[in-house]
């Protein structure tokens, strides 16, 4: 099987799928209306220092008013002390250049930061850097030395800030990886002026549309193509990549099939399953995914699944299947912050410690970045998982303006008692004859119905004729109790 990513695009969204052997693994979703804001900088007002939270607010232009942290004000260790308080750094009114790291999530406005950068394919420039880096996930001592005398050669020569490599940079020749530091020069250059001509409050730099995006932060040695069903967009990446990555310019697809190009790999089917709770494995088991403001918990059940020797041995290959299937599916989702796992119970030390090694293997090619805990005796995992931009739920749904997002509904037999109590409380106020229920289908047939019996006693005891309608437009939790 193939590893692949699907780009399609619409003049309203653009949408990203990667594939790898064949299943869906991420998905990136980029609305005209809804822009993502990350690596965008720029030219704020402080509006508010809330010195207790080391933190202030930047009015950048935005709806909401931006975030910035003390920890975010691009300070050597050196120079901020522990004891300093943010107003040494920043006042109120005052102008500040500043980058987004985080898109707005929910009520929370964009997070920022002051350590200016502007990445390419295989380099990250920092103007004000010290010192250059190389990506952790680039393991081979010699090849790490390699690119940090590279960047070090071109730094001296141009007397520039510093670099970092990313991991797209391992084992590309110098002279490409020099053109790339080259071209961010000259890009910051083209940006640096803008710093001080630009008004408070306005953009002045903005990073690159998704489907570019895709050349520079997804691809990868072992992606196999690249396939996009826009003619515009597919000459727009292939200047792109002549331009900043040639060898890639022969991978990348124009697809004129006649079924859409999500429908390839039944990417559209697999993106209706992420956004339910439950996830089927294979085994016979599931998976149950609850996402909260606070956290998210994923609940492992065996459910079917009994398995052919022992009792442990099926609770140990249900979590195994459960481990790879809950990595896919953090990334799908997209899902952030703080992750707890509720592995089924396992006696055996060794079952725990190999499931928990299968979750970091799977996590491997994640590109957010992971922390996980050890299995605690009750089974649960604790870990966290960078969140850059909204998951999939947030971005695709909103909350049911039935429950109110609460996911449950009163039941018909709940709702019943409250007309009771209601028709009580109005008996008590006011002089009636009779007075009419208007409520949900289910529930005016379980009042005529189970509670025919409290109805009669109610008339009785009150003194009252209760009559009903259906309301086809109610809930099962919405009624009205009118004195006629």
Same mark, same amino acid.
């Given at each position: ?12 969204? &653009? ?43 930047? =009015? ?18 050196? /120079? ?22 985080? =898109? ?29 880096? @190389? ?17 070090? =050669? ?20 110098? &002279? ?52 996009? %069903? ?30 859409? @190009? ?29 996402? &909260?403001?606070?956290?998210? &918990? ?54 725990? %410690?190999?499931? !928990? ?5 799977? !996590? ?10 050890? @299995? ?21 749904? /909103? ?42 289908? %289910? ?5 005529? %119905? ?35």
């Amino acid at each position: 099987m193939s590893n692949e990513i699907l780009i399609n695009v619409t003049t309203p969204e &653009t949408r990203v799928a990667l594939v790898e052997n064949g299943v869906l693994h991420e998905l990136i979703i980029e609305r005209a209306n809804r822009r993502g804001l990350v690596g965008n900088i720029y030219k704020g007002t402080v509006c508010r220092v809330l010195p207790g939270m080391q933190a202030a607010f930047i =009015d950048v232009g935005l709806e909401r008013a931006a975030f910035l942290h003390a920890s975010d004000l691009g300070l050597r260790n050196s /120079e901020l002390q522990t004891s300093d308080s943010i107003e040494r750094y920043l006042s109120e009114n005052e102008t500040v250049i500043v980058q987004v790291t985080k =898109d707005s999530l929910g009520n929370k406005g964009a997070r920022l930061t002051t350590e200016l950068t502007v990445p390419s394919r295989y380099m990250v420039y920092m103007p004000n850097g010290m010192v250059n880096g @190389v990506s952790q996930r680039i393991e081979c001592e010699e090849e790490r030395v390699r690119l940090r005398t590279c960047m070090d =050669d071109f730094r001296t020569e141009f007397k520039t800030g510093t670099y970092i490599a990313r991991t797209a940079a391992e084992g590309v020749d110098a &002279t490409i990886l020099r053109a790339d530091m080259l071209f961010l020069l000259k890009l910051w250059n083209s940006i640096e002026p803008k710093l001080e001509s630009s008004i408070p409050g306005t953009l002045v730099h903005q990073d690159l549309p998704l489907s570019v995006r895709v050349i520079r932060d997804l691809y990868r040695h072992d992606i196999d193509r690249i396939r996009v %069903d826009s003619a515009e967009t597919h000459a727009r990446l292939v200047s792109f990549a002549q331009e900043f990555a040639p060898e890639l310019t022969p991978y990348i697809e124009y697809y004129t099939g006649n079924r859409p @190009v999500f429908d390839i790999y039944s990417v559209e089917d697999e993106i209706q399953k992420a956004l339910s709770r439950k996830v089927t494995l294979k085994s016979g088991g599931h998976l149950v995914f609850d996402q &909260t403001e606070a956290m998210t &918990t994923v609940d492992v059940n065996t459910g079917g699944y009994v398995g052919k020797r022992s009792l442990e041995e099926t609770i140990f290959k249900t979590n195994l299947e459960a481990a790879q299937v809950i990595a896919r599916q953090l990334r799908l989702r997209n899902l952030g912050g703080i992750i707890i796992l509720d592995f089924i119970d396992m006696h055996d030390q060794n079952h725990r %410690d190999q499931v !928990l090694q299968a979750l970091q293997k799977h !996590l491997e090619k994640d590109h957010a970045k992971t922390t996980i805990s050890q @299995v605690s005796p009750l089974g649960l995992v604790e870990m966290t998982r960078k969140r850059t931009r909204e998951s999939l739920e947030h971005i695709l749904c /909103e909350p049911c303006a039935t429950c109110e997002g609460r996911g449950v509904l009163k039941t018909a037999e709940t709702t019943c008692l409250e007309i009771f109590r209601e028709i009580i409380r109005e008996a008590r106020q006011y002089e009636m004859n009779s007075l009419l229920v208007l409520a949900n289908n %289910d529930v005016v047939e379980r009042l005529l %119905d189970e509670e025919a019996s409290t109805i009669a006693e109610l008339e009785r005891t009150l003194d009252v004729q209760i009559k009903f309608r259906v309301e086809n437009q109610y809930t099962q939790e919405q009624y009205d109790v009118v004195l006629l």
